[in-house]
């Protein structure tokens, strides 16, 4: 996501900081930069014009110039405006007082609306929300057992209408349904339709008179660039829009699109859903995204990954178990599964602020040494994990040959394995623990 944006930028910026002096000619060449990668990434040229525009406006003036650290300076400024076009006011999904509270999902087809809704259907889940899931699509095939599996996945309600039904009835029906079932929250599938169909545009009007939707979220295809913006502004208009949901943000390493939406629109960007999971649903924050953009990292957003994969059950036990000096292989092998949930490896570390390119194109072999040392660990009986001195020659053998890997691939994990127990001791030990460690380490 924003990929190229971000290795654009990083570039400028570092040029900016190694000028021996800005002048306000050096800081309009960078910003010409800036432009051109903000139109590369897909923004559309006159929001990428109006916002070099207000950037030039301030990092001219004089408390940029007369600063101690112009060029950070600079990246300030950006990173202000940015905050000033995604939407720096937090807003997040509203519920109504009258239950159900109803969501009504448009967009184009294959927007990604039906996996969108077994995603919020999670999300809400994980807020002891009930949710119904009802699908108003009686023209694509399949399209209502495709969300009924998902309803199933997701571990939702589901209400499918009699055969031949029309969608007002649908959602009429669903609505009585989620009533009678007393659901926190229905949410209203809809057909994919083109915002320039009239016929299919007047439906989704009246599938919202008929439901008295309290939030229509558009969801948009964070891939199909600047087209993203026209649709956006024609459903805005046309139907009225409270939210607006982007799409496969995990595919487009440009994505620039997006940025404009809520500027062109009006309307605040909500979500953003990231990989084919349903639990790949982040909620929008303007600064967290400014963040990643310009390379700082999301730190908040490693700390939300990580409770969701460790338990906190499992983070005390684990706890208690460096504390005695206990900590073994079976350890080992949970904290590795605890990192695999966080997600791809990458993603992870983008997250880190700093994170240099280098370091991310070495992740390759990497990604494989976890699969590998996965494999061995499994390939061990439960008492060799716990007890790791029993591991003698014949036995690494065995592992090796049941794990598909080598015997020097099995040292290799026993090795770091002891490193991560030095590691931990010295945490244990505090200050003078990991003083020692550096000591050692040089």
Do not use: C
Not at 251 to 266: E, F, H, S, Y
Not at 339 to 345: N, Q
């Amino acid at each position: 996501m924003f990929e190229s944006l971000t290795d654009r930028l990083q570039g400028i910026f570092r040029t900016l900081s190694g000028q021996a002096r800005l002048t306000p000619d050096n800081i309009r060449d960078s910003l010409r930069d800036v432009r051109r990668a903000l139109l590369e990434a897909d923004v559309p040229v006159q929001v990428a014009k109006d916002f070099v525009a207000r950037v030039e406006a301030r990092a001219v003036g004089e408390d940029v110039l007369k600063s101690l650290t112009p060029a950070q300076q600079v990246v300030g400024v950006v990173r202000e405006e940015l905050l000033a076009l995604l939407g720096d006011s937090r807003v997040t999904l509203a519920g109504s007082p009258h239950l159900p509270t109803v969501v009504l999902l448009a967009g184009l087809q294959g927007s990604g609306k039906t996996t969108f809704a077994g995603k919020l259907a999670v999300w809400l889940k994980a807020r002891s929300k009930r949710t119904l899931l009802a699908s108003a699509d009686i023209y694509r095939p399949a399209a209502i057992d495709q969300l009924e599996r998902v309803a199933q996945t997701a571990g939702a309600g589901f209400w499918r209408a009699p055969l031949g039904a029309a969608p007002r009835d649908i959602a009429a029906g669903a609505l009585e349904q989620a009533r009678v079932r007393g659901f926190d929250f229905l949410v209203l599938d809809t057909a994919g339709r083109l915002h320039v169909d009239d016929a299919l545009m007047a439906e989704l009007e009246e599938l919202k008179r008929t439901v008295r939707a309290h939030q229509v979220y558009l969801v948009v295809d964070g891939m199909i660039g600047q087209e993203s913006v026209r649709v956006g502004q024609v459903f805005a208009e046309r139907i009225g829009v409270d939210g607006l949901v982007l799409s496969k943000m995990d595919g487009d390493a440009r994505g620039g699109a997006a940025l404009a939406l809520r500027q062109v629109t009006g309307k605040p960007i909500l979500f953003l859903g990231v990989g084919e999971k349903l639990d790949g649903l982040e909620v929008f924050s303007a600064e967290r995204l400014a963040g990643r953009i310009l390379g700082m990292g999301d730190v908040v957003g490693l700390v939300e990954k990580a409770q969701q994969a460790v338990s906190t059950a499992g983070a005390e036990r684990l706890a208690a178990r460096m504390r005695k000096s206990e900590f073994t292989l079976e350890d080992f092998l949970e904290q590795m599964r605890s990192v695999r949930k966080m997600g791809p490896l990458e993603d992870v570390m983008k997250m880190l602020p700093g994170m240099p390119k280098q370091a991310m194109e070495q992740l390759g072999p990497q990604k494989d040494k976890v699969k590998h040392y996965e494999a061995i660990l499994l390939s061990m009986t439960l008492k060799e994990r716990r007890l790791p001195r029993i591991l003698d020659g014949s036995r690494r053998q065995r592992i090796a040959a049941g794990s598909g890997t080598s015997v020097p691939e099995v040292n290799r994990l026993l090795k770091d394995f002891e490193q991560a127990k030095v590691m931990m001791k010295a945490l244990k030990q505090g200050p003078r623990g990991l003083a020692a460690l550096r000591a050692r380490m040089r």
